[in-house]
C-alpha cells in the first residue's frame, strides 16, 4: 500500500483532502490525522473491521482499548449513558480540549474491539481544526490511538507517522507539529472519586479547580490490574536504553565519564541548562523552567536518539508541577524503571 501525506495546514483550499480522509473512513478505512495532542490513527467507531486495521498498523496488543474522537456532544449521546454530574461538568470546562473521560459504554453500540471488552468507553473532543473539521464532515464517532508504532513514542509530526506506519495505511492528513506534544489526560468517573488514569495537559490541579478532590491511579501497583489497559505496556521507549539521573550539573557529568570510560557513546535530552556538558549527541527540552516546551520537545527529543549510535540515554528528571506530572509519567514509562547510579 502506498501511504500519501496530504497538507491541510490551509483549511480554505484542502478540502478535496477531507473528502479524500472522509471518503476513506466511510469505505472502512484508516487515516492519520493531527490532534493538539498527538497525532491519531483514526476508523469509524461502528466499524469493526475497520477498528481491526488499527490494531493490525500499530501492532497494537487487542486488549489495550481505544479513545473515541467527537465533533459534538450528541454524537457522544448513541453511545454513552448514565453519564456522570461531574464529567458533564469536566466537559463544559474543558472541551473542545486534551481530557479524556471514561463513560459507562451504552451496550452493542460501538464496535467491540474499541473498548476490548470493557463496559466502559473513553471518549474526547479534540480541540484542533484539523481533527475537527474531519469530524464535522464525517459526522460520525472515530476511535483513534496514537498514529505511532506500538511501544514508540506518539508521533508530534506527520513524518513521524509516515516513519512507523508508511505502507500499512493509506492516507496521513499533515497539518504541521501538533502544540501539546503529549496524549491527552484520561479521567475515569466509575467510582465515586474521579480518579486520573493517565496524566496529561489537562493537570490535576486545572480538574480540582472545577470538580473538587480527584484521585491518581498509581501505575507501578502491580497486584492491582491496571485500570487503564494501555498503562501495564512498556512505552514511549527509543531503541538504547533510557535512564533517568537526578537533575544536577556534577551528577551527570560523572555518569557521562564513566559510560565514556566504557567506550560507549551517551545521548542527554534535557534543558538548556545542560547543553555544555561534553557529551556524544544532546537534545534540548527548552528552557529549564518551561515544561510546556519540554512537553512540545520530548517526543521529538526520543524519536532523535534512534537516529544516532548512543548506547545509552539519559534524562534528566524534571519537576512534577503542572504538566511535569505527565512528563515524568512518560519518562519513568521510557525508562521502564532505570535509574543511573554512579
Ligand atoms: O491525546 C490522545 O489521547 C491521543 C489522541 C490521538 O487523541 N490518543 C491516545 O490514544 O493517546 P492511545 O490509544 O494511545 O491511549 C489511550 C489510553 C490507553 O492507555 C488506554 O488503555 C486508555 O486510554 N483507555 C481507553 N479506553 C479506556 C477505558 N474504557 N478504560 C480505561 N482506559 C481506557
Ligand atoms: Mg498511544
Same mark, same amino acid.
Given at each position: 500500500?502506498?501511504?500519501?501525506?496530504?497538507?491541510?495546514?490551509?483549511?480554505?483550499?484542502?478540502?478535496?483532502?477531507?473528502?479524500?480522509?472522509?471518503?476513506?473512513?466511510?469505505? !472502512?478505512?484508516?487515516?492519520?490525522?493531527?490532534?493538539?495532542?498527538?497525532? $491519531?490513527? %483514526?476508523?469509524?467507531? &461502528?466499524?469493526? *473491521?475497520? /477498528?481491526?486495521?488499527?490494531?493490525?498498523?500499530?501492532?497494537?496488543?487487542?486488549?489495550?482499548?481505544?479513545?473515541?474522537?467527537?465533533?459534538?456532544?450528541?454524537?457522544?449521546?448513541?453511545?454513552?449513558?448514565?453519564?456522570?454530574?461531574?464529567?458533564?461538568?469536566?466537559?463544559?470546562?474543558?472541551?473542545?480540549?486534551?481530557?479524556?473521560?471514561?463513560?459507562?459504554?451504552?451496550?452493542?453500540?460501538?464496535?467491540?474491539?474499541?473498548?476490548?471488552?470493557?463496559?466502559?468507553?473513553?471518549?474526547?473532543?479534540?480541540?484542533?481544526?484539523?481533527?475537527?473539521?474531519?469530524?464535522?464532515?464525517?459526522?460520525?464517532?472515530?476511535?483513534?490511538?496514537?498514529?505511532?508504532?506500538?511501544?514508540?513514542?506518539?508521533?508530534?509530526?506527520?513524518?513521524?507517522?509516515?516513519?512507523?506506519?508508511? !505502507?500499512?495505511?493509506?492516507?496521513?492528513?499533515?497539518?504541521?507539529?501538533? $502544540?501539546? %506534544?503529549?496524549?491527552? &489526560?484520561?479521567? *475515569?468517573? /466509575?467510582?465515586?472519586?474521579?480518579?486520573?488514569?493517565?496524566?496529561?495537559?489537562?493537570?490535576?490541579?486545572?480538574?480540582?479547580?472545577?470538580?473538587?478532590?480527584?484521585?491518581?491511579?498509581?501505575?507501578?501497583?502491580?497486584?492491582?490490574?491496571?485500570?487503564?489497559?494501555?498503562?501495564?505496556?512498556?512505552?514511549?521507549?527509543?531503541?538504547?536504553?533510557?535512564?533517568?539521573?537526578?537533575?544536577?550539573?556534577?551528577?551527570?557529568?560523572?555518569?557521562?565519564?564513566?559510560?565514556?570510560?566504557?567506550?560507549?557513546?551517551?545521548?542527554?535530552?534535557?534543558?538548556?541548562?545542560?547543553?555544555?556538558?561534553?557529551?556524544?549527541?544532546?537534545?534540548?527540552?527548552?528552557?529549564?523552567?518551561?515544561?510546556?516546551?519540554?512537553?512540545?520537545?520530548?517526543?521529538?527529543?526520543?524519536?532523535?536518539?534512534?537516529?544516532?549510535?548512543?548506547?545509552?540515554?539519559?534524562?534528566?528528571?524534571?519537576?512534577?508541577?503542572?504538566?511535569?506530572?505527565?512528563?515524568?509519567?512518560?519518562?519513568?514509562?521510557?525508562?521502564?524503571?532505570?535509574?543511573?547510579?554512579?
Amino acid at each position: 500500500m502506498k501511504t500519501i501525506i496530504k497538507n491541510v495546514d490551509n483549511l480554505l483550499t484542502n478540502n478535496d483532502s477531507y473528502t479524500q480522509a472522509v471518503d476513506l473512513l466511510t469505505k !472502512g478505512e484508516v487515516v492519520a490525522f493531527p490532534t493538539e495532542t498527538v497525532y $491519531g490513527l %483514526g476508523a469509524i467507531a &461502528t466499524n469493526e *473491521e475497520a /477498528v481491526a486495521k488499527i490494531f493490525e498498523a500499530k501492532g497494537r496488543p487487542q486488549d489495550n482499548p481505544l479513545i473515541v474522537h467527537i465533533g459534538s456532544k450528541e454524537e457522544m449521546m448513541a453511545f454513552t449513558q448514565d453519564i456522570p454530574k461531574l464529567a458533564e461538568v469536566c466537559m463544559d470546562a474543558f472541551w473542545p480540549g486534551p481530557l479524556t473521560l471514561i463513560l459507562p459504554l451504552r451496550p452493542n453500540t460501538l464496535a467491540k474491539n474499541v473498548t476490548a471488552g470493557l463496559q466502559t468507553v473513553g471518549v474526547r473532543m479534540p480541540e484542533h481544526k484539523v481533527a475537527l473539521e474531519l469530524l464535522k464532515q464525517l459526522k460520525q464517532p472515530v476511535a483513534a490511538p496514537s498514529a505511532n508504532k506500538s511501544g514508540k513514542p506518539s508521533p508530534t509530526k506527520a513524518v513521524h507517522v509516515h516513519h512507523d506506519l508508511e !505502507g500499512k495505511i493509506p492516507l496521513i492528513l499533515d497539518g504541521g507539529t501538533t $502544540g501539546i %506534544g503529549l496524549e491527552s &489526560t484520561v479521567i *475515569e468517573f /466509575v467510582n465515586d472519586l474521579p480518579t486520573i488514569l493517565r496524566p496529561g495537559g489537562v493537570t490535576k490541579e486545572m480538574l480540582e479547580k472545577v470538580i473538587g478532590q480527584v484521585g491518581e491511579a498509581q501505575p507501578t501497583d502491580e497486584k492491582e490490574a491496571p485500570r487503564a489497559p494501555g498503562m501495564k505496556y512498556a512505552h514511549y521507549a527509543p531503541d538504547s536504553p533510557v535512564y533517568l539521573i537526578e537533575a544536577s550539573l556534577v551528577k551527570l557529568k560523572e555518569a557521562v565519564e564513566k559510560i565514556h570510560n566504557e567506550q560507549k557513546k551517551v545521548a542527554i535530552i534535557a534543558s538548556e541548562s545542560f547543553r555544555h556538558i561534553n557529551v556524544d549527541y544532546f537534545f534540548s527540552l527548552g528552557k529549564e523552567d518551561q515544561l510546556s516546551d519540554a512537553a512540545h520537545l520530548l517526543y521529538q527529543a526520543l524519536r532523535d536518539c534512534d537516529e544516532t549510535d548512543a548506547d545509552i540515554i539519559l534524562v534528566p528528571v524534571l519537576s512534577k508541577a503542572g504538566v511535569g506530572t505527565a512528563i515524568m509519567n512518560r519518562l519513568e514509562k521510557a525508562a521502564d524503571g532505570r535509574w543511573f547510579y554512579s
